[in-house]
């Protein structure tokens, strides 16, 4: 069993910073590709960033140079950084992950909310 647990939610004025962490945890052999998506309210679900176990990034048109994705395989942790927030990036924000159990198996957290306000 893998369970992924985000942090690092919550409220943010407009062009402000916030960092949100993803932790994976459980019988994991390898950890592939991670990724963080949002799903803004009466909206899809949409990709943000991915990274890589090599550390190669991408990012969504709308978060590119304000957003930043990492990782830290030895904690099997993925971070987004999030600068120059806009009221747009308004959502709930899911750590996803590609993990290597007994086989390849795909992985969602339950969501941390992100708000950015004045």
């Known amino acids: 069993q893998v369970q992924l647990v985000e942090s690092g939610g919550g409220l943010v004025q407009p062009g402000g910073s916030l960092r949100l962490s993803c932790a994976a945890s459980g019988s994991i052999f390898s950890i592939n590709m991670m990724a963080w998506y949002r799903q803004a309210p009466g909206k899809q679900r949409e990709l943000v960033a991915t990274?890589?176990?090599?550390?190669?990034?991408n990012y969504a048109d709308s978060v590119k140079g304000r957003f930043a994705i990492s990782r830290d395989n030895a904690k099997n942790t993925v971070y987004l950084q999030m600068n120059s927030a806009k009221p747009e990036d308004t959502a709930v924000y899911y750590c996803?992950?590609?993990?290597?159990?007994?086989?390849?198996?795909?992985?969602w957290g339950e969501g941390t909310l992100v708000t950015v306000s004045s």
């Open positions: 996803n992950a590609r993990v290597f159990t007994k086989n390849w198996g795909n992985y």
């Open positions: 990274i890589t176990s090599g550390g190669s990034t």
